[in-house]
């Protein structure tokens, strides 16, 4: 079956950085989109960024535009989120998810596989 696994969280002050790992078996990789998502305290989950099974393209939520990073390694079956000065708006779980759609990737609609999340705790 697939499962994906995500690791990396923790508790950080403003500022600092993270980076989160997935690592997916089960499925075809390469052939499909990853997606990290996440769910702060009180919110519904939202989109945070995205990447193309090739690489070539990411995705990203504007509020995370120029501080994370997708990106991902085919030969490890990896997915990796860097994160960059954080915010303690950034305090979430963090989701990753697979999808092999090719529209609408945005949307947590669209991702059948998800990992079980990992929180991560931004203090000011």
């Known amino acids: 079956q697939v499962q994906l696994v995500e690791s990396g969280g923790g508790l950080v002050q403003a500022g600092d950085s993270l980076r989160l790992s997935c690592a997916a078996s089960?499925?075809?990789?390469?052939?499909?989109?990853m997606g990290w998502f996440r769910q702060g305290p009180g919110k519904e989950r939202e989109f945070v960024a995205a990447?193309?099974?090739?690489?070539?393209?990411?995705y990203y939520a504007d509020s995370v535009k120029g501080r994370f990073t997708i990106s991902r390694d085919n030969a490890k079956n990896t997915v990796y989120l860097q994160m960059n000065s954080l915010k303690p708006e950034d305090t979430a779980v963090y989701y990753c998810?697979?999808?092999?759609?090719?529209?609408?990737?945005?949307?947590?609609?669209?991702?059948?596989?998800w990992g079980q999340g990992t929180q991560i705790t931004v203090s000011s």
């Open positions: 998810a697979a999808s092999d759609l090719y529209r609408n990737i945005l949307s947590e609609q669209s991702y059948p596989y």
């Open positions: 089960g499925l075809t990789f390469s052939s499909y989109t």
């Open positions: 990447i193309r099974w090739s690489a070539d393209n990411t």
